[in-house]
Structures are given as structure tokens and as C-alpha cells.
């Protein structure tokens, strides 16, 4: 396979389109300096064979500027034509196709991220083994793509495989081939784990077992045949008695369920009828409470039964005020009465005549004993004073008289005024409330007074609202149905008592018990009892007879399969697992020997790659060592003209990168037998000096022009241009 051109879009520093064309036969030199965009091309052309392992390097490679895209596409050359991969980097959708003289045909198309697990993945790695030989890119970093200073090379275990099915048979996949065959035979893995699940002889030797085991089996069965025979017979005579005792319990049983459920039916409409019936009597009760109530109310108030209710309103109203207006009254003439007691009982004042005759009185007593006791002048002294303080105080006494005797005057004649006010107001009130009375009610009336007229007319209203109350009761029953739920009640209990008469004259045995629900009921859930107890014995028998019918059915099969065909059965089998058994050996040995030879060719591999490298690392270094050898881990061991053997480790960092980089060389060419891989490099030869490299720059000639391989080398030496090469520049500015 050879690169042929390469375009891009969006990836690293390529944001725009850019298209790259390389020779097959010539070697492709890529000249650029930093950031020109070297391992940006290099690393397009790996991920857009193999995609990105990790979302991280992905990221890192798409560029900084704007684009459109994130795409690449990589056109090679092959002895079967021209194959295109073209892929979006954003959705890892892939489409290969090949073109050979003719229409292109589609190879792959579908989503081929190293990172998913879905089934295009495997489609597509398929389609890189059938182009390339190999489908891990981590092989391909390790053989055909050599990054900056990743020269160093080792032999894994998958190249080692890779490197042993490179020839025309793949022995190693014969090897699993056979392995898988051995496999089927038997769980046995002389190579790993045992196996789980049984395979051919395992499954071949339970076979063998169980033939045996129904040997036995039939033997003992053909013994027993004659007693199973009689045990059936039996089982069969007990099942059908049982049978008919069932069936007759079950009819018995659901008659007795019929009559109950028909007594219960007339129960209950015997209930609801009762209740109907209560209800029409407690409604033709409230009829009659109405009708009482209204005569008594007619009886109780004939003033106020033919009023209407505007009247009645009015009378109320008036009424009411009248009531009012004569408690006030009494009020008033209770007080007028305590006036007038007040007055009846008060003393009258003392007359200002009389007050002034005891005044000269006292003083006159005074004066006479003060001339008796010939001390006139201080004696008539103190008479004065007495007569003139007693004189004072009886008139301030007749004062406060005269002063209460007036209010209580005052007060006496206030309510003669206010009692003449309500009397004249009651008068009127009552001609107003006569008038409202028809003309013949109206002399009853006026023997009434107010008061009377408006108590009486309470009670009226009292009794005629509970009247009305009654009403709507009975109003509300009459509204409910009460009718048609008795009339119904009626039907529905004739209908109940005619089923149940219908039914018993069915089942005149059933006549005993028609009055007697309680008994039907008691007896009802003893014929259920006794027909589940019938029933459990009869499936108990017929699992016997199950039973008896699988012995039956064995000894039957004893006698198509007789011990005879058993025993031919299991000669059989030992001769099936006989020959398993010779396969499963042959097998063993055919794996051991092919698995011995495979290591024998991968050593022979290893011995002509150990060669090819000796002699590329001979003309590289201008024979200063002379052989390479590969150890038992595949670890490089140097044979220097002076047949001393050293490690990489021991020589220095530039002759270290030319053995890796022969190393690579030879590995290619042996994979390359087949499908011709190209060898891209970028800057390998940075520890190389002018001597080495210009036998470096010979080699890479020699395999170009010799071997055919295709080589592209990324460098930023400008020593590379003077090369006979073909010269791809690239500038920052790319």
C-alpha cells in the first residue's frame, strides 16, 4: 500500500483546505520548520487510517483558526487499485472505498472510533487487516510510524504473533482453530481453565449414565407391571364411586344454596316491605298531626285565622307597639302612684307664725327665770341667743319642707301629663288595630286590650310556623316516592315469594324445610363441608392413579424400549464415546505438535528479522559491530568486531537510534512481504552523524529502489534537501 495524496481540512494548523501529494517509488522528503506543521501531517495521515485513542488528542488537534470541517481523506495505491479513506474527525464516520478499472465499490461505511465498542468497529477493523495485515494502531506507532525520538523498539506479544502469521498460513490462528475443535469434545483444557459447560463426551458419558439408569429402571418396571395393572383397576372402581358421590353431594349442595338464597331474597323484600309499610303509616300519621293542628289553630285563634299576611303583618306591627306603649303606661302610673304616697305621707312646713310665737316663747322663758334668780341680764342674754338659733333652724327645716313638697308637685303633675299622653296614644293605637278586624270580629276585639290582642297573636304565629313545618315534612315524604317505593316494595316481595313457591314445588323434597331458614342455612354449609371432603379425597385418589398411570406409562415404554433395545443403546454409546475420546487425543497431539511447530517458525522469524538487522546495523555503523542478536526476551544483544556481546545501553544515544531505527527497518520489510506498508518517519536522524547518515540516506535508497517500500521522512534539516528525494515544503505560514 502506498500514499498517494493526502487532504485536509481543520485539522492542527491546516484550518483550510490543503492536499498533499507523494511519489510511490521515490523517496518523499517532508522539509518544513517548527510549527511548519510537520507531525500535524504525519499525525492526519495515522488518525485518519486509525482515528483517535483518546478524546483528549482529538481535541488537541483541532485547529485554533475557524473551518468549516474536521476532515481527512487519504488516497493509496495498491496492486488491486486505488483505496480512498476518507474521515470526519467530529463524528468518526469512516467510508472506504476501492476503485479497480472501473466503478468505485464501497468497502466500509459507518462510524470507526478506536474508542467505541459497537459492531461497525469490528467491520471496519476487519477491513484494515484485509488492507494493511494489521487493525491496532499501537502496532502500527510500533512498526510503521516512527514518531520524534521514538525510535525504541520492542517486541511484543502482538507483534510476535503478527510477525509469525505473516507468511501465507496463519499456523497461529490454525493452532486456535484445532484448540476450538478440541473445545467441543470436552470441558477438559490441558492449555487453560476448565471449562463449564459440558461438551460432546461429557454430554456422550451422561447419556451412557442415564441408559444404564433406565435399564434398571424398565427392569424393575417389567417386575412390577402385574401389581400396577391391579393398583389401576382399584383406583379406577374407588374414582368412580367417589365420582358419584361427588356429583350428587355438588347437586344436593346447590339445590340447598338455591333455597336459601330464594329465603334470603324473600327476607329481604319481607324487610324492605315492612319498612315501606312503616313509612306509609308514619306518613298518613303526619296527614292527620296536619289536619289536627290546623283545626286546633282554628279553634285556638279565630281573631287571627281569616287574617291575610299583609294584615297580619300590620296587626303584628301594631300590636307589638301597643304592648310597648302599655308596659310604658303601667310604668308611668306606678310612678304617678308613688308620687301621690310621697305627698299623702310627707309633713306639711311648720307656718312662719308659729315659728316666730316659740321663738318669743323661749325667750320669754329665759327672761322670767332670770329675773327669779335675780340674774336677768345674763339669763336674757342667753334667751336671745336660744330663741334667735331656734328660731333659724325651724326655718330652714319649714324651708327644705316647703322645697320637696314642691318638686314632688311637679313631678305628681309630669306624669298625669305623660300617663294622659299614653292613654290617648294606647286609645288611638287600638282604633287603628280594630279597624284592621273584619266588622264582625270587631267587638270581641275591643273587650281586649292591647297587650292581650299582642300575646295571643304570638302564640298564633308560633303554632300556625310549626303548622307550616308539618307541612313540608309531610310535603317532602309525599315528593320521596313514597308510593311507588311501597308499591314496589309489594311487587318485589310477591315476586320473591312466587320464585320461592315455583321452586319448591320443583324440589318437594326441600318442602321441610321452607319455613325453616336458620335449618336450610346449617344445612347448606354442611353439604359444602361434606363435598370439599368428597372432592379433596377424590383428587387425593386420582394423584394416586397419576401416579400409577406414570408407572403404567414406563412399563408401556419397557416394552417399546424392552431392557434388549437399552442394552443395544448403551453398547452404542460406549463406542460413540470411545471414538470421542481417540478424536479428543488425536486432537491433543495435533494442537501440542502444530503449537511446537508455530514456535519453531516464530524462531525462524526471529532468526531472519535477527538477521536483516545485523546486516542493516553493519552498514549503518561501517561495520563496527558486526551481529545482532535477539535474547530470550526478545532484547537486542550487539556482537562488536572484537566478538564482544553488549546491550543498547552500553553504546551511545546516536548508535542507540540506529539500531532501534534497523530494528524497524527489518520488521517492516517482513510485514511489508505481503501488503507493502509504507515507513514514515519524522526526524529520525537528529542523533546521527554526517557519516551514519549519509549510509542512513544509501539504505533508505536501496529499500526505495530495491525492496519497493515507500518511505516519507518529516524533517526540519536542511541537509535533507540536497537528497535525491522528492521534496514537500512547508512553511509557518501553512
Known amino acids: 500500500m502506498k500514499i498517494v495524496r493526502v487532504d485536509m481540512q481543520g485539522f492542527g494548523t491546516f484550518a483550510s483546505p490543503r492536499s498533499f501529494s507523494f511519489h510511490e517509488s521515490e523517496l518523499n522528503v517532508v522539509y518544513g520548520g517548527n510549527e511548519s506543521g510537520k507531525s500535524t501531517l504525519m499525525e492526519a495521515i495515522y488518525a485518519t487510517i486509525f482515528g483517535f485513542e483518546k478524546k483528549e488528542t482529538e481535541q488537541n488537534f483541532k485547529s485554533w483558526s475557524p473551518w468549516d470541517s474536521f476532515t481527512g481523506t487519504l488516497e493509496l495505491s495498491s496492486p488491486d487499485g486505488t483505496v480512498t479513506f476518507s474521515r470526519d474527525f467530529s463524528s468518526n464516520e469512516v467510508v472506504v472505498t476501492r476503485r479497480a478499472n472501473g466503478e468505485p465499490v464501497e468497502l466500509f461505511r459507518g462510524e470507526a472510533s478506536p474508542r467505541s465498542r459497537s459492531e461497525e468497529k469490528i467491520s471496519y477493523a476487519n477491513v484494515l487487516r484485509e488492507l494493511f495485515g494489521l487493525s491496532d494502531g499501537a502496532l502500527a506507532r510500533k512498526t510503521s510510524f ?4 521514538d525510535l525504541a523498539t520492542e517486541f511484543t506479544p502482538a507483534l510476535r504473533g503478527l510477525i509469525s502469521g505473516a507468511g501465507s498460513t496463519d ?25 463449564r459447560r459440558k461438551r460432546a463426551i461429557e454430554k456422550t458419558a451422561d447419556a451412557l449414565t442415564e441408559k444404564r439408569q433406565q435399564l434398571r429402571e424398565a427392569e424393575a418396571l417389567f417386575r412390577d407391571s402385574g ?30 344454596r338455591r333455597l336459601v338464597e330464594l329465603q334470603s331474597k324473600v327476607e329481604s323484600n319481607q324487610g324492605l316491605y315492612e319498612s315501606e309499610q312503616r313509612a306509609r303509616e308514619n306518613l298518613e300519621r303526619a296527614r292527620t298531626a296536619c289536619k289536627t293542628e290546623e283545626e286546633q289553630l282554628e279553634k285556638d285563634y279565630p281573631l287571627f285565622i281569616k287574617l291575610g299576611d299583609e294584615v297580619g303583618s300590620a296587626v303584628s306591627s301594631k300590636l307589638s307597639r301597643g304592648g310597648a306603649i302599655e308596659i310604658e303606661f303601667v310604668e308611668v302610673e306606678g310612678e304617678l302612684a308613688k308620687e301621690r304616697t310621697v305627698l299623702s305621707v310627707s309633713p306639711k312646713p311648720l307656718p312662719y307664725w308659729l315659728i316666730a310665737a316659740l321663738s318669743v316663747g323661749i325667750f320669754l322663758a329665759f327672761f322670767i327665770v332670770g329675773i327669779l334668780q335675780d340674774r336677768s341680764g345674763a339669763i336674757s342674754a342667753a334667751g336671745t341667743a336660744v330663741s334667735v338659733l331656734s328660731a333659724a333652724g325651724l326655718w330652714l327645716f319649714s324651708r327644705g319642707r316647703r322645697r320637696r313638697l314642691s318638686g314632688a308637685k311637679e313631678a305628681l303633675e309630669a306624669f298625669q301629663q305623660e300617663s294622659s299622653r299614653l292613654k290617648q296614644e294606647l286609645k288611638s293605637l287600638s282604633e287603628e288595630v280594630w279597624q284592621l278586624f273584619p266588622e264582625e270580629q270587631r267587638a270581641d276585639v275591643r273587650n281586649r286590650t292591647l297587650q292581650q290582642l299582642s300575646t295571643a297573636y304570638a302564640g298564633f304565629m308560633e303554632d300556625r310556623t310549626r303548622l307550616e313545618q308539618l307541612k313540608e315534612k309531610l310535603l317532602s315524604r309525599e315528593s320521596s316516592g313514597a308510593r311507588e317505593g311501597h308499591a314496589d316494595a309489594v311487587k318485589r316481595l310477591a315476586v320473591a315469594e312466587s320464585q320461592l313457591e315455583e321452586f319448591l314445588n320443583d324440589e318437594k323434597e326441600l318442602l321441610p324445610l321452607s319455613n325453616e331458614p336458620e335449618r336450610a342455612t346449617k344445612m347448606a354449609a354442611e353439604a359444602e363441608r361434606e363435598a370439599k371432603e368428597t372432592d379433596s379425597k377424590l383428587k387425593q385418589l386420582a394423584a394416586e392413579f397419576r401416579v400409577a398411570e406414570i408407572k403404567q406409562a414406563r412399563l408401556s415404554a419397557s416394552t417399546v424400549g424392552s431392557p434388549e433395545a437399552y442394552q443395544e443403546d448403551i453398547e452404542w454409546l460406549e463406542k460413540k464415546l470411545s471414538r470421542l475420546t481417540q478424536r479428543r487425543d488425536a486432537l491433543k497431539l495435533g494442537v501440542d505438535t502444530l503449537a511446537q511447530s508455530v514456535e519453531e517458525y516464530q524462531a525462524e522469524s526471529m532468526d531472519r528479522i535477527s538477521t536483516r538487522i545485523s546486516e542493516l546495523f553493519r552498514l549503518v555503523t561501517g561495520g563496527r559491530y558486526t551481529t545482532v542478536k535477539l535474547s530470550e526476551d526478545e532484547e537486542p544483544l550487539l556482537e562488536t568486531s572484537s566478538w564482544r556481546e553488549i546491550g543498547p545501553e552500553q553504546i551511545s544515544t546516536g548508535a542507540r537510534d540506529q539500531l532501534y531505527f534497523c530494528m524497524r527497518i527489518a520488521m517492516l520489510e517482513e510485514l511489508s512481504s505481503q501488503k507493502g506498508l509504507p515507513l514514515i518517519l519524522d526526524d529520525p536522524f537528529v542523533n546521527f552523524d554526517d557519516a551514519r547518515l549519509e549510509r542512513a540516506r544509501q539504505l533508505l535508497s536501496d529499500l526505495v529502489s530495491q525492496r519497493k517500500l515507500q518511505i516519507i521522512m518529516f524533517t526540519h534539516g536542511e541537509r535533507h534537501l540536497d537528497w535525491d528525494a522528492h521534496i514537500v515544503r512547508l512553511t509557518t505560514s501553512s
Request: hydrophobic share 40%; net charge negative.
Open 171 to 195: 499456523y497461529h490462528g490454525a493452532v486456535e482453530s484445532l484448540k476450538e475443535t478440541f473445545a467441543e469434545l470436552t470441558i477438559e483444557n490441558p492449555w487453560g481453565a476448565v471449562r
Open 227 to 256: 401389581k400396577v395393572a391391579e393398583e389401576l383397576s382399584e383406583l379406577k372402581e374407588r374414582m368412580a364411586k367417589l365420582q358419584k358421590a361427588y356429583e350428587e353431594s355438588r347437586l344436593f349442595l346447590d339445590k340447598i
Open 146 to 149: 516512527v514518531g520524534q525520538l
